[in-house]
């Protein structure tokens, strides 16, 4: 039931973040052929019907079949011929087409850490996505930007946990049951619905079950006019928050009063917003694509905060992920962070990346004040956490980092790649050196400092060959790391943490 990754040849399909890699890079391929390659190989072999394929690129539209055979030409262009030298994509003329390829199948793990441990003594819910009801099929990101502020404004709700929505998206289009996604997530309660745009009117349907005995607590249907969309998210949080509280203790923080966050009026920003958002992430050529979009819903409202912060994570991304100018992407990320801080001091988003602008500096003390108010808005921002387990680190408080960073992924079960790679910075911190090496050796994780700690992982084991092997791997794309300098620049509190470091590296073979 864990969402399932394929791969075929150099390929290979990631079919919860619906995103194709040859060679472990990510492959600029649209909307519509990636879907059809999904439909393909979840098929196993099996022809495809045509009216099926159809129904999986462009649901509830209709199109011509024409439509279906150009998008599959473009396809195979992408896709080429397989290493045997014949087509991945059979025609069977007047049916449909099948998936010809030796194909494997690579079951997802189960999360690092049980979501269970922390979720059982507390309320807990995870809100899936909604079903786009809209004749426009374009018209998801919509859907998925409703369901990514209804899980930040319960977030806020005390007493409530939250799974964070990179988790409760990778369930997304997939056929089970709730009950199973429940237990997977570790949760108690699921909230599912719909949402339907057209011509300027927004429905929303929406119900809450408690997955154990799949018991409807409450269900309801939310109509309005497309420019009130955010008067009805509010009535929204508050009647789930009121129906939760029928049955559990919570406190009724939201039963009266809106959104506290500053929302857009402007419908069109607000799709700029939620487009721009999901991209941030994705690739090098997502956050390129995620800063144009944002920058457009800054446009139409300058005093859109969340989309300044945005802008401050695709900065920081742009210089630590994607080895662009480090110097001039900090900066920027910084002035966007210290942007969307004065339009909505409410936007623990907008305290979470100032809290990171500060730790990337240095400065200790601001990085702790952010995050701290970061989290007091929103008890269950999981980003926050993890980034926090490093500043725990740096602080010498190494047995803190790992909490922090368990107790976010088991908020965020099926997280980004780099919540390992932070998980297994605070294990090598405290010592948990098999457990550095379990996390650091994660497919997700692929990030280039990874390599670097799960050297010293190896060698503070006693792995030397291992140990060698990984640090030359990381030398052969920064030919030019010495050990010694990189200890220089860390703003570690106590000598001896910085030592720990540097004897693992030394030990592995890195330069000094």
Request: hydrophobic share 45%; charged share 20%; proline share 6%.
């Amino acid at each position: 039931m864990v969402p399932l990754r394929f791969a075929f040849g150099p390929f290979v399909l990631d079919a919860r973040d619906g995103a194709l890699f040859e060679h472990g890079l990510p492959v600029a391929i649209g909307s519509k052929p990636l879907a059809l390659l999904q439909a393909l190989v979840e098929a196993r072999g099996q022809v495809v019907p045509k009216a099926a394929l159809m129904d999986a690129a462009w649901p509830n539209t209709y199109v011509e079949e024409s439509n279906l055979t150009v998008q599959i030409a473009a396809l195979r262009r992408r896709l080429r011929v397989s290493p045997d030298g014949e087509e991945w994509i059979a025609t069977f003329p007047r049916v449909g087409y099948r998936f010809t390829g030796p194909l494997t199948i690579q079951q997802r793990e189960a999360p690092i850490v049980d979501p269970s441990r922390a979720l059982e003594a507390d309320p807990s819910i995870a809100v899936l996505p909604f079903a786009n009801m809209s004749l426009d099929p374009e018209q998801a990101h919509f859907a998925d930007g409703l369901v990514d502020d209804l899980i930040t404004d319960l977030s806020k709700v005390p007493g409530l946990l939250v799974i964070a929505s990179h988790s409760s998206f990778a369930f997304k289009a997939m056929s089970a049951d709730t009950q199973s996604i429940a237990k997977e997530l570790g949760v108690r309660y699921v909230i599912e619905g719909s949402v339907r745009r057209v011509a300027g009117q927004v429905r929303i349907g929406i119900h809450l079950t408690e997955a154990t005995t799949s018991r409807c607590l409450w269900a309801e249907r939310f109509d309005g006019d497309l420019a009130d969309v955010f008067r009805l998210q509010d009535q929204v949080v508050r009647k789930v928050v009121a129906a939760l509280a029928n049955v559990l203790p919570l406190e009724p923080a939201l039963d009266d009063a809106p959104s506290t966050r500053r929302r857009t009026t402007i419908i069109e920003a607000y799709d700029f917003l939620v487009r721009g958002r999901v991209l941030v992430m994705h690739s090098p050529a997502g956050n390129d694509l995620a800063r144009t979009l944002l920058v457009k819903a800054a446009e139409l409202d300058p005093n859109l905060a969340e989309a300044y912060a945005w802008l401050a994570v695709s900065h920081y991304n742009a210089a630590i992920h994607y080895g662009e100018d480090f110097n001039a992407n900090q900066a920027l990320g910084l002035a966007y962070a210290q942007k969307a801080m004065s339009l909505d001091m409410s936007d623990p988003m907008a305290h979470s990346v100032l809290g990171f602008a500060r730790l990337c500096e240095g400065i200790l003390e601001e990085a702790e004040s952010a995050f701290q108010t970061a989290l007091r808005i929103n008890p269950n921002h999981a980003d926050t956490m993890v980034n926090m387990a490093n500043l725990r680190v740096l602080q010498g408080r190494p047995g803190d980092a790992v909490e922090l960073a368990e107790n976010a992924l088991r908020l965020n079960p099926y997280p980004p790649g780099w919540y390992y790679w932070d998980l297994g910075f605070a294990y090598y911190a405290a010592g948990h050196y098999t457990q550095a090496v379990r996390v650091l050796r994660k497919e997700e994780v692929g990030r280039l400092p990874a390599k670097r700690i799960l050297a010293a992982s190896l060698a503070q084991l006693g792995q030397f060959a291992e140990a060698h092997e990984e640090a030359r791997r990381f030398l052969e794309i920064n030919p030019g790391f010495l050990a010694s300098r990189w200890a220089a620049t860390q703003p570690f509190r106590r000598d001896e943490d910085r030592q720990h470091f540097l004897d693992g590296y030394i030990k592995a073979g890195l330069p000094l």
